[in-house]
């Protein structure tokens, strides 16, 4: 007989030798994905590749090594995976990378996500650098919501932020997406002191006149990227509101945001404006999420290592989901409390950006 969803909740934490969450040693009708402090998590974000056309300065160094390949799960590795999240409760799965859309076949997993029972929406993060190529596909497969990082429209600062990438692609990447009837695409910035900071209102208006969300993201210092300069070029959403407001005043936005985006609008325009801010407030009394590397790593924190592999609960239980969910369940119960982000009494993260999946 397989093991259903109560067994788990029984055996998840002998197998694992924990304790189960007070929440649902007492409610049998408590969601399985909780924490010890009480959090619900059903938002998974899915690295599917750590792999990338581009080079951005705050996310990867110059010369990167990536991972061997038998290193990485498969694509029915990954769908598998999905399918445990999705049955543990997980309503909204994030595919994201390094760069999605350069991992091979990716759309076939895309479209396999997007079929899940449960599953309320699949979104993506790109770089928008190949959308142009697939946007209709991506929305056939399901795909609603799309964020394209986005850090500036001079196409000569973009080289340089990017080091690779070719702004004119991507512009079409965005305009493609629109056509193809995705229903929200958002502008993702991360603004630096000296390198984008003079780019604020032009990135804001190029939202506002495309009818695309923006949200502009405080740099997190995660990976060795070579940039020793990284502190200081920070920049708070703070200052970043406080400059947007001289010109447009911002107003509350009832967009409802389980995650750490907090959203604004502007008088006349539906574009939603968001500002995600790790370092200079901490959102993680709210945190509904975890994270999946492309080897298989559950991170159940951004600012922190505690983690699984459930790349080796996959490889020593080949197709057993039970015991995969079972692996899920118990890992709950590390999920920390908060991220430490630029705190020097704490370790610093030492994973790039690319391999965690933003
Ligand atoms: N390649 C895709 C892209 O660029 O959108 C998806 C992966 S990328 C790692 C996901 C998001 O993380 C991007 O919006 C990027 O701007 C953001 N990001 C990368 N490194 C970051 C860092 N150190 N701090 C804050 N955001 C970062
Ligand atoms: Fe690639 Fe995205 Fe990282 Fe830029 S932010 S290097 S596009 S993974």
Redesign the pocket.
């Known amino acids: 007989m397989t093991c259903g969803i109560n067994r788990i909740r029984c055996c998840a934490h002998s197998l694992f030798d924990t304790t189960m969450p007070e929440s649902q040693a007492t409610d049998p009708q408590a969601p399985l994905l909780t924490d010890r402090f009480g959090r619900v998590i059903n938002y998974l974000r899915l690295s599917v590749t750590d792999r ?5 300065v ?3 160094a110059e010369e990167m090594t990536f991972l061997p390949r038998q290193q990485l799960l498969t694509l029915e590795e990954l769908a598998f995976l999905c399918r445990a999240f999705v049955e543990l409760g997980v309503s909204r799965i994030r595919l994201t ?3 999605p859309l350069v991992r091979r076949n990716v759309l076939s997993l895309i479209r396999s996500i997007g079929e899940l029972p449960g599953l309320d929406e699949l979104l993506l ?1 790109s ?1 928008g ?1 190949q959308l142009a190529d697939v946007a209709d596909e991506l929305a056939d497969a399901g795909v609603r919501r799309i964020n394209i ?1 986005l850090d500036s429209i001079n196409p000569a600062r973009f080289a340089e932020i ?1 080091r690779t ?1 070719e702004l004119h692609r991507v512009l079409k990447g965005i305009s493609a997406a629109q056509r193809a009837g995705i229903e929200r695409v958002k502008i993702n910035s991360v603004i630096m002191r000296g390198r984008n900071d003079d780019e604020i209102l032009p990135l804001l208006e190029f939202a506002l006149e495309r009818q695309l969300d923006i949200s502009f993201i405080e740099e997190m210092p995660l990976g060795d990227t070579g940039r020793d300069e990284r502190r200081e070029e920070l920049v708070s959403s703070e200052e970043i509101r406080q400059h947007i407001g001289e010109y447009y005043p911002l107003l509350a936005s009832d967009a409802a945001s389980p995650g750490p985006s907090r959203y604004h609008r502007i008088e006349g325009s539906d574009s939603r404006i968001g500002f995600i801010s790790p370092n200079s407030h901490n959102f993680c009394d709210s945190c509904n999420r975890v994270r999946v590397t492309c080897e298989g790593r559950l991170l159940l924190c951004l600012g922190n290592e505690h983690s699984v592999d459930l790349r080796a609960v996959l490889r020593s239980h080949p197709g057993d989901l039970d015991a995969l969910k079972q692996a899920i369940v118990a890992a709950m119960d590390i999920k920390p409390e908060r991220h430490h982000f630029y705190d020097p009494e704490q370790p610093q993260v030492v994973r790039f ?2 391999t965690t999946g ?1």
């Open positions: 990338c056309d581009f080079r951005c705050y996310c990867m990378g390094g760069e993060t770089n650098s990082s990017t990438g950006m690319n933003g």
